[in-house]
């Protein structure tokens, strides 16, 4: 019975050390096993601990320096339950805010805000031209379940917003909008700051079954690269003015309309 009573004590006292040893371990210990779950991303000039910590440098699979961040993880991670505080800088992206893992793969945000230089998103080419300037977001709240906005209240700016092109480099000027979203349906509105070389307004309905466009477009000033721009999505009117309505998927199966 004592040597019984000397291995429990034993093992007690070793528990005891791995939960101390867990509680502030070294975010630097903790890189090795957390490696495989970054995606090619490496951290670098680690301070602090797994729960309270940062990193001077974040790299990108190929070495580049994409910024610095830092968090604060809560001890409830190791229960399931996972709340995260976050924030991210960078010379091309920024995103700080508060996260809490739910069930069911679900996720919410609260005070999110997020900006991006799309001249970094060199991979992202639309048919209508690849976007230039700085998008940035401004989320209240968003639920998410697999990367989609099941709920979501947010406000969006894209300034000094541009398209580049083959033969053209569009100035649209300074664009803002809101994106909600309400049971997985994501309803976005734009307008432009009303001093810019485009006149637009619009909305779109997007959900995983199909989407909704209603917009206007309409030069401003004598730009020749923007009109041959908005002649490609349709014959302006009189006045050069453009109204654009178009659906795809499930919303143009019941509009008996289609995509252009």
Known sequence: ???????????????????????????????????????????????????NGSAGQVLSSAGRGLGH??????????????????DFEGPQFGLRGHMQQLPASQSAWSDLQAHVDLAALADLRLPLGQPRGELALN????????GWPLELQADWQWRQAALHMKNDDVALGDLHGTLAAQGGV????????????????????????GWRLGAELQSRQNDPALQRWIAT?????????????RSGGMAAAITGKTAR
């Open 233 to 245: 999505l349709g014959r302006p009117a009189a006045d050069g003015t453009l109204h654009i309505a």
């Open 69 to 86: 961040v830092q968090w604060q993880l809560s001890h409830r991670a190791l229960f399931g339950r996972a709340e995260l505080q976050i």
């Open 139 to 146: 989320a209240r709240h968003a639920l998410l379940q697999g």
């Open 1 to 51: 019975m004592k040597i019984l009573r000397k291995i429990l004590a034993a093992v007690a006292v070793l528990l005891l050390a791995a939960a101390l040893l867990l509680w502030w371990l070294p975010a630097r210990w903790a890189m090795p096993l957390l490696q495989p779950q970054l995606h090619g991303l490496r951290l670098q000039e680690l301070g602090g601990t797994v729960w």
């Open 186 to 209: 994501i309803h976005a509105e734009w307008q432009d700051d009303g001093q810019g070389p485009l006149r637009t307004t619009g909305k779109l309905d997007l959900s995983l079954l």
